[in-house]
């Protein structure tokens, strides 16, 4: 089969290392800019191949999941309460009785059955589940479990993810809102999982545009980034926004990416996609395949999307539990999957070790009574799901017994009389130091003192 010009266009895509390096540290001596500057910058806009030093990024990148409108008890099927589970109850709402198993290693307990993703990973990299904040049923944006003193997660992510930089830092999905925090990144916003391709399927790449020359379009995107980036390194403040916004833009202008980022047949078949799944499971399908591409290309740091919005209040007696956990956990284990085989394009690092997934809701609905799945939580509490990349202590984080006792946890990480507030701020202040990669240092900002380096997750090797 013939290659398409965009194929030999981008394989062409190449500039010579010498050439660019000469070039940018001429630039920067006449610009007074050190060359340990100019060799910093390089890292950040062309990579170790051209700076020959690029370091792993400093924080990692998120996915984050807002199940509201009750479809966060979806998730409660891949990761029950452990004493909910192991009561073998046929009245509790645990769909897998009798075939529940402990995870061995996990720092607290954790059990799974037959339909939960990511069994194969490590016991530290294992999900850690937080219960947190407070039932807030019917409610597509919940706050009380994305809330860190006053910011929400979603844009503290994107402020700590601004060390690493990307051409569009966040992106959101519908009507999903990430809230606001200090230091907070710009968020692009798409309809669905299919706007995230046309964010980057730039018209001045295509057939015809001006830029569609490969030779012009490197030439420019690059000469333009460490250009833009040297004048930035003078400190001058009067042309930052300038530079920052037309630097995003030059990244991609001369790069068509949308063949790149699109879901492919194949893709849906390993997400075990088909025309029987559900419309709302491969929305989300969609949108986890294209956001392993954007992050292995570097593209993005961060993606919130609402996910399900069913009030799956028949789940139970409508049979659903026998089949959407099973298609649900293909489309989980294909993103790992993703995450696993794809590496990051500076550092060659495997995007699994190096992105963080919190999954938010309104409610998880009552564990213990299955019969029309009501609201109602015990303690009316809610929950927090979070993949650390081995950041975070695997296993639950409070507890909810077979008689409906609720247990929270205190500062120091043992149980606690149970505190909607204190219980929120620990799990989110713990997704923080996730991204962080354990820098406790830099998401204190934030934090405003809570410690989760050897409390709620491993300390920082020194």
Sequence with gaps: MAKSQTTIRDERHQMTRRALIKWSVAAGAALGVSRAKVFEILEKTAGKSVAQAASENPTTRSVHICAGNGALAWFTLFWPQVDIAKANNPNFAWHQQGKQMDVAGTTNPLVIGPDTPWQALKPEQQVTAFLCGQNETHNNQPKSTAMLNGANIFAVASALQSASPSVIPVVTIGDQSVGTAAGQAAVSNVGNADGIVGLFNSAASRAGGLLSNMNDATTYKTYYDAFSQLNRARTSSTVQTSYNTAAGAATFLGTNLAAKLAVTPDDLTRYGVNGGTRASLTAVARTLIITAKAFQLGLTNSVVFPAFRDDPHNAFD??????????????????????????????????KDDTVISVHGDTYKNSRNKAGWGDGTDGNTNVVFVYGAGHLYSGWNGSVDRNGKVLGYGADGKPA??????????????????????????????????????????????
């Design 318 to 351: 409508g049979g659903d539990v026998n089949t959407v956990p099973a298609a649900m956990k293909k489309v989980f284990d294909g993103f790992m999957d993703d995450l696993t085989k794809y590496t990051d394009s500076a550092s060659g690092q495997s995007l």
């Design 417 to 462: 009389p149970y505190d909607p507030a204190a219980t929120a701020k620990f799990a989110t202040a713990s997704i923080a130091y996730a991204i962080a990669k354990r820098d406790e240092r830099l998401i204190q900002t934030f934090a405003n003192g809570t410690t989760i380096g050897g409390v709620f997750g491993p300390l920082k090797a020194v």
